[in-house]
């Protein structure tokens, strides 16, 4: 294999490589554990945070957002629990 093929290989993993790893989320900062009565609940970051749903980390396309609304019913629920993951930002 010629010196020119080696180069465009490489560059070819190493841009992959990054794609891929800007593709991840880092780790939450902080998690937030919720108990809240039945019905819809909001969270709202007023200053250097940002917020994702526990149930969306998994989904490295679900975005960061200042306010996070969950909620439940049911003739049998007596409250509703959740879990957010936060980022500190600047």
């Given at each position: 294999m010629s010196f020119f093929r080696r180069a465009?290989?490489?560059l070819v993993l190493?841009?992959?490589g990054w794609v891929v790893g800007a593709a991840e989320r880092p780790e939450p900062e902080f998690m937030i554990a919720i108990e809240a009565p039945v019905g819809e609940t909001r969270l709202e970051c007023l200053s250097?945070?940002?917020l994702v749903g526990a149930r969306d980390l998994p989904n490295p396309r679900a975005d960061q957002m200042k306010v996070y609304s969950y909620g439940c019913s049911g003739p049998d629920v007596q409250h509703c629990r959740a879990q957010v993951a936060g980022w500190?930002?600047?």
């Open positions: 465009v290989w490489a190493i841009g992959l250097g945070c940002k500190l930002t600047k």
